[in-house]
Every structure is written in structure tokens, then in C-alpha cells.
């Protein structure tokens, strides 16, 4: 397993995922109606991208298993928000926790963040289930500032995670 920039190669396993019901379910953005355009133009637009982190996890092949991120990054307040999204294949394997524990490493060690935080629909129990089986619990401190991008949208559990 590695990490490594986005490229164009992926953007047809990125729009699997994107229209696969079970993974989209409980996601806020309509992934369904995105195209391999739309998925080729993000990869593109990812890779002069300074404000968010968008990184492919790959497989020792070399195969797209799904992108991990650090979103609305802020050396200045010293926080990013966290995102990921797998293709099912990958679901179980190892893939998302070996995402999620190298990005979170970018951000502290590269980026010098304190804090990485992230929501998840309340439904989405196979992503909470995830969480809490790494160790993250349920957070109400998050900065309200953060909460306006979300509305009113009141199934959202939150998680965060500081600097050791």
C-alpha cells in the first residue's frame, strides 16, 4: 500500500466508487451524477490545489483503492478537515486505516496542524463502527465555524484528532 498524487489514470476506478449505491450512500455531495470528466478535471485541479490535500491510495500495483484528504487546510489556525472515500473492493483490506493514519501524519508532521477533524452521517454505521474501532470518539467541541458548512444537518457525528 502507498500513497501518491492523484492522477488521470484513476479518474475511472474514482467514478466506480462515486456510482456505487453502498459506498455513496450516507455522503452529503450527489456523487451519482459526476462524470469521468468531472473525476479527470478534479485529479487535474488537485494537483495545484494549496488549500486541500487530495492524495490517491494505491495498492503495491499501483491501482487506485480510493482518496484520502485534508480539506480547508489552515497552517494559520492550525487545522484541516479530514475526508475519505474507498472503492468496495478495497473495504476491509487494510486501505482506509492505512489512509487515514498516513494522512493524519502529513498533517501534523508536514503541515504542523494541531488539529484534524472530520463528521459522518449518524447512519453510516460501517464508518462509525471504523472510528471508534481506531480509537476516535464522538466530539462536541468542534469550532462553530466549521459547523456552517454543514446547515442545519443535525445526524452528523463529529470526530477530531490533536497533535500528540
Request: with cysteine; charged share 30%.
Amino acid at each position: 500500500m502507498k500513497l501518491r498524487k492523484l492522477e488521470r489514470k484513476d479518474a475511472p476506478l474514482m467514478m466506480e466508487w462515486m456510482h456505487d449505491a453502498s459506498v455513496v450512500e450516507f455522503m452529503q455531495a450527489n456523487f451519482k451524477e459526476k462524470t469521468l470528466e468531472d473525476c479527470e478535471r478534479f485529479i487535474a485541479q488537485s494537483l495545484e490545489d494549496f488549500e486541500n490535500l487530495h492524495l490517491a491510495i494505491a495498492n503495491d500495483e499501483d491501482e487506485y483503492m480510493g482518496t484520502v484528504s485534508l480539506k480547508s487546510i489552515s497552517t494559520d489556525k492550525g487545522d484541516a478537515e479530514f475526508a475519505i472515500a474507498i472503492r468496495r473492493e478495497a473495504m476491509g483490506q487494510g486501505y482506509a486505516w492505512y489512509g487515514m493514519e498516513h494522512i493524519l501524519q502529513i498533517g501534523f508532521e508536514e503541515y504542523g496542524l494541531r488539529r484534524i477533524y472530520w463528521c459522518v452521517s449518524a447512519h453510516n454505521i460501517r464508518a462509525c463502527r471504523f472510528y471508534n474501532k481506531h480509537g476516535f470518539v464522538e466530539r462536541e467541541d468542534i469550532p462553530a465555524e466549521i459547523f456552517a458548512d454543514y446547515g442545519a444537518d443535525n445526524d452528523l457525528k463529529w470526530y477530531a484528532t490533536s497533535r500528540q
